[in-house]
T-cell receptor
């Protein structure tokens, strides 16, 4: 089956720093999404981004489908950005998302 | 409802007992998904319901696991003869059928299952 690999597995930042999270996938995909799981376990959908670039405030994401990777950029990080960031891919339309193992981000003040 | 509702939020059960976990999706969402997250791990797909189509059960780890979705709305995940390795957070999500624009999963807060 498809492999979804995220890096780095863990990231520690000082408040105000920028970071880039990466998601590699081993086969072509129909859809890619980024999620944030906060320290209380709630999962929030950040981006639906099968290709191209999107921005939402301090967060932006880029997917290069032909090279099978996606990047999530966090600028001017805040303590509320802490948690686990998951990349998830849909192999074909109408199938469930397959999740990577996540990047755990800790932002300290 | 306003969000995806799961109940109970916590469940402690004895090994060998059966448990039922409930998910109430967002009204109008045709797709419903169950995932399992073990401590410190990613999300493991279990089962997917889409409208009136036959569910995708390819992620169910054993025949002790089953799920139903009644009337295209509420879903129940049943685990029979629970084992300690079943301990995990069980997450439910729902989404609109893809319209060609964009869509996203909305997750519930999960049910934390502990088998003792």
């Amino acid at each position: 089956g498809i492999q979804v690999e995220q890096s780095p597995p863990d990231l520690i930042l000082q408040e105000g720093a920028n970071s880039t999270l990466r998601c590699n996938f081993s086969d072509s995909v129909n859809n890619l999404q980024w999620f944030h799981q906060n320290p209380w376990g709630q999962l929030i959908n950040l981006f639906y981004i099968p290709s191209g670039t999107k921005q939402n405030g301090r967060l932006s994401a880029t997917t290069v489908a032909t090279e099978r990777y996606s990047l999530l950029y966090i600028s001017s990080s805040q303590t509320t950005d802490s948690g686990v960031y998951f990349c998830a891919v849909e192999i074909q339309a109408g199938t469930a998302l397959i999740f990577g193992k996540g990047t755990t981000l800790s932002v300290s003040s | 409802g306003a969000g995806v509702s799961q109940s109970p939020s916590n469940k402690v059960t004895e090994k060998g007992k059966d448990v039922e976990l409930r998910c109430d999706p967002i009204s109008g969402h045709t797709a419903l998904y169950w995932y399992r997250q073990s401590l410190g791990q990613g999300l493991e797909f279990l089962i997917y319901f889409q409208g009136n189509s036959a569910p995708d059960k390819s992620g169910l780890p054993s025949d002790r696991f089953s799920a139903e979705r009644t009337g295209g709305s509420v879903s129940t995940l049943t685990i029979q003869r629970t084992q300690q390795e079943d301990s995990a957070v069980y997450l439910c999500a729902s989404s609109l059928e893809w319209t060609g624009a964009s869509y996203g999963y909305t997750f519930g807060s999960g049910t934390r299952l502990t088998v003792v």
